[in-house]
């Protein structure tokens, strides 16, 4: 979802804004607890988990500004309840627009929202007091918040660092873009409806769209699935521009070299948009693997909504002796546990949630996966390696590392790091001169025989 659509349901939905910035903030408790946004929202009851939503994401969008203002105003820190109210508040005041809410409705609903609830009643004069006074010293508790790096670029301190040393040239457009709400962008399903057909069907329901790489509609502006026409027909899936690369990568020039039905393996394949993405692009046998079994249903679901027929295993893709036949693949699609770094504009929860040691723990694993599934691809096969992220340990270093191990791997044309809000240099991008895609990864190897 876009912020404008975001901002609409949250504007528009019945409930009084008090119980919606109760909601939000009992949900940014929970995040601020190491919960991801998407639990912290379960618990939210439904009719509010729209609006909440939509806050919880403005707030978390403004978050490193957001902790500087509370420190800034108040030195000792007040209670969890009560500092996740006052934090709510000061990000929703921050914009000079007032783009959710006037300044006297946002206060008067905070402070009702305050007295309703017995953990902030307390306080509510306390909320009252700190959200008036940076209303009326705006400008110049933000002039003293902005010398902190975290409040310019509302991103951890170490997060910074880490995307400012692999991309030196582009570090502010990465960070800025990253605080970005991003598009609405669907993939069509062209085995049921050719591209150019759905958006003329869309056009004339008034829904603006534009075509980017082989099978992806980026609406002008979002709105609900079910209000698209052909979604009860599968005609098309919530699938990123950037990661629609993935399939034609991996397979382009495999079947008319094979002449034969390939067979593929999606290792981490949940949720199964990739998957599903595979086999909307060619008639190929697919084994989608994931270690978590909840996961695994998500990844059928997703495959019968589509009509689509897959292998789906749950088990670990670094374990292959557990589930494996003895049978090679002719490609393998690995798209690795990563920090998510890429994502941050639809998780803007991601680097909060996230530690400096984490990095260094997925790359880890993500060598590990390399290892392990490497001798499963057959000689003249290719294994796609992406993550969806910006940090180098994560993308180049790692393939660098593994070519430097691995003879019988040579790397083919490939995007390599795609970065949010940069134009992409990737032929496969060249229509999508905004770079208006997610940051990804993407390194296409070959297993050549020995000696060769």
């Not at 949720?271 to 060619?282: C, D, M, N, S, V």
Request: a positive charge; glycine letters at 6%; proline letters at 6%.
């Amino acid at each position: 979802m876009s912020q404008d659509l975001l901002t609409e349901i949250a504007v528009s939905s019945s409930p009084p804004l008090w119980q919606q910035l109760q909601a939000c903030s009992r949900a940014l408790q929970a995040v601020r607890r190491g919960q991801n946004h998407a639990l912290a929202l379960a618990s939210v009851e439904p009719r509010l988990r729209a609006a909440a939503q939509a806050l919880l994401f403005a707030v978390l969008r403004e978050w490193g500004r957001t902790q500087a203002l509370r420190q800034h105003l108040v030195s000792r820190s007040p209670p969890p309840a009560v500092d996740a109210l006052l934090c709510v508040g000061l990000a929703l005041a921050i914009p000079d627009t007032s783009a959710m809410y006037p300044m006297h409705t946002l206060v008067n609903q905070l402070i009702e929202a305050a007295k309703r609830d017995p953990a902030t009643r307390a306080q509510s004069a306390f909320i009252n007091a700190c959200v008036r006074r940076f209303g009326r010293e705006k400008a110049a508790c933000l002039q003293v918040v902005a010398q902190l790096p975290q409040a310019r670029w509302n991103h951890p301190e170490w997060w910074i660092k880490a995307v400012r040393q692999d991309h030196p040239q582009h570090w502010q457009a990465i960070l800025q873009a990253s605080q970005q709400a991003a598009p609405m962008t669907l993939r069509v399903n062209r085995k049921r409806i050719d591209r150019d057909t759905l958006q003329a069907h869309w056009l004339a329901t008034g829904v603006q769209s534009r075509a980017v790489g082989e099978d992806a509609l980026v609406l002008a502006q979002a709105r609900p699935l079910q209000m698209l026409e052909g979604f009860a027909q599968a005609w098309f899936s919530v699938q990123d521009a950037g990661a629609q690369l993935a399939a034609p990568l991996l397979l382009k020039g495999l079947s008319a070299k094979s002449g034969k039905v390939l067979r593929v393996l999606d290792a981490c394949a949940a949720p199964g948009g990739k998957t599903a993405h595979l086999l909307e692009h060619a008639d190929v046998e697919v084994i989608a693997l994931d270690i978590d079994a909840t996961r695994c249903e998500r990844i059928t679901e997703n495959l019968q909504r589509l009509g689509l027929q897959a292998t789906v295993l749950c088990a670990d893709a670094a374990d292959p002796v557990s589930w494996w036949d003895g049978r090679s693949f002719d490609a393998i699609l690995l798209d690795a546990p990563c920090t998510a770094s890429g994502i941050v504009r639809r998780h803007p929860d991601i680097p909060w949630l996230r530690r400096p040691s984490d990095l260094a723990g997925l790359a880890a694993q993500q060598s590990k996966l390399l290892q392990a599934l490497w001798p499963l691809l057959a000689e003249g096969g290719h294994l796609l390696y992406c993550t969806c992220s910006l940090f180098s340990q994560e993308g180049a270093n790692q393939v660098q590392a593994f070519l430097a191990n691995n003879t019988q791997a040579h790397l083919l044309p490939s995007p390599g790091q795609l970065m949010p809000g940069i134009p992409s240099n990737s032929r496969t991008l060249s229509d999508n001169l905004q770079g208006e895609h997610d940051g990804f990864f993407y390194a296409l190897l070959e297993r050549r025989a020995k000696g060769t």
